[in-house]
């Protein structure tokens, strides 16, 4: 056997492209070169296609691939593998067998001539049969048409009626009554379940001081009388302090001007107080010097000093304490009512009366009682929670006491509600309490089915005096047929629709009905 003949396969050749090269080359040896990036084949199902080609076309298949992993492949599937293809073809026998020779298949089914049969000769019926024939059918035909008219006539009609019962307005108050434990809505207890919410909120507000007190201002000034203890002239230079005896609060000044002393004599100087507010003394209080100036001179004050006079000034007080909260708490609580609203169900209202503080987190007030200022500001935190019903539950309970005040023989067809205002003490067996207001149209029970049975196959203005005999009717009933020609109800009971409607909703369903 030859060297075999050598196919090279790129990026792009698949598994059809290599079927296709391998029939041009036909039978032999065959070296597949694959490159690295060659998709076919890469799987052992790819190895398993190419053994089967091989064997189809008497071909002995080596593989050569720089991939040692590939490589390992193919040798696991059974195909001889080299790293070139000078490799392959030195060796002049490969690792796998070469394919036995397959007989071709013998011939197919379809390949078999096909007989064509002779129909054989029908006789053509006689003319009276063929009459008979088209009689028959056209009866058929008839009878056909004739079920299809008369059940088009039943099914087709359709007919809108719309009754009006005699009745009457019913109004009845309900006190509903909320309970956080409630599990469910007890109709007959007219408790319905409520559930608590809560919000942080937090606020600031300053407010004007009403607190008043006698304060005293100014700056006590006066004269002091300096004597020099020295043998020679000493100054006393202004700023110098001199202060009174008091082990327990002395007073202070400060003197304004310098002063010359003369040896052994004296002088007066000018003193001011250095605390606002003190520093009214009497004479001769004023008797210590401060500083170096204490081992030089001695000092007192011939005549009381004057100027730190009282004032009344605005301080703060408890009462603006207590209103400051008032006002900030009740801000607070306006804030938590419209946040705890975003916390609701579409159904859901929330009692304002349930609000309260369940805890102060935070109360810090910017100025201290009996401090002088103009105002005071009080930042607040507070935890607040409340109380949420579903109006649906309330309407429910409202609904049901209703019913019971209907008359006998009435039904109700039309029920409306209003919610009234919060009790301010709980009447019922919950929390709070609130009224709710039923209005409902209670009108004669009609039975449908009779009133069917009365119009139905009936003309328009027999079904109309049959419903006003047979009814307790508040007006003339109202009855639309489709199509409008025919003027008649359909038979089929299924056909007809009846409306019991309140005097005032029927002229509205009416209205709409024509939109």
Known sequence: MSNGSVLRLGSTDDAVAVSHQLEWLGPGRVVLALDWDSPFPSRPLDFELLRREAARRQQEIAVISPDFE??????????????????????HVWASHPPER??????????????????????????WFRWLTLLFRLAVFAIALTILIGTAYIVIPSAK???????????????????????????GGQVIPARRLGVEVEGYVEVETTGTADIASGYAAGEVLFTNLLAEDYL???GT?????????????RTTADVMLPASGQATAPVEALQEGVGNVGAFQINQVEGVAGSAVRVTNPTPTSGAEPKQTRVVDQADYDRAKRQLTQQLLDQAYSDMLGL??????????????????????????????DSVGLNLRLL????????????SVAYQALVRRLPEGHMLVAADFELGEVAEEDIGYGDYTIFVTAHGYAATSLDVAYATSLIRGQRVELAM????????????PRIEVNPTELRRLPVLPLRITISVLPAGLADEALVLANQ
């Open 102 to 127: 397959i007989n071709p298949p013998p011939a197919h089914w379809w390949d078999a001539p096909v007989e064509i049969w002779r129909r054989r000769p029908v006789r053509t019926p006689a003319v």
């Open 465 to 476: 005096e049959r419903l006003n005999t047979g009814l307790e009717l508040a007006e003339d």
């Open 236 to 238: 006393v230079r202004a």
């Open 161 to 187: 009626v719309t009754l009006v019962p005699a009745g009457q307005t019913v109004t009845t108050i309900v006190a509903v009554s909320m309970q956080r434990e409630a599990e469910g809505i007890d109709h």
């Open 70 to 91: 590939r490589r390992r492949l193919a040798r696991s599937c059974g195909f001889p593998a080299f790293g070139t293809v000078d490799a392959a073809q030195q060796t």
């Open 344 to 373: 609701l169900d579409p159904t859901e209202i929330l009692l304002r009366q349930s609000l309260r503080i369940e805890a102060v987190p935070k109360e810090t007030y910017s100025r201290f009682i009996t401090e002088q200022a």
């Open 241 to 253: 302090t001199v202060r009174t005896s008091s082990s327990s609060y002395p007073v202070r000044f």
């Open 384 to 395: 607040v929670s409340g109380l949420s019903v579903d109006v649906d539950d309330a309407e």
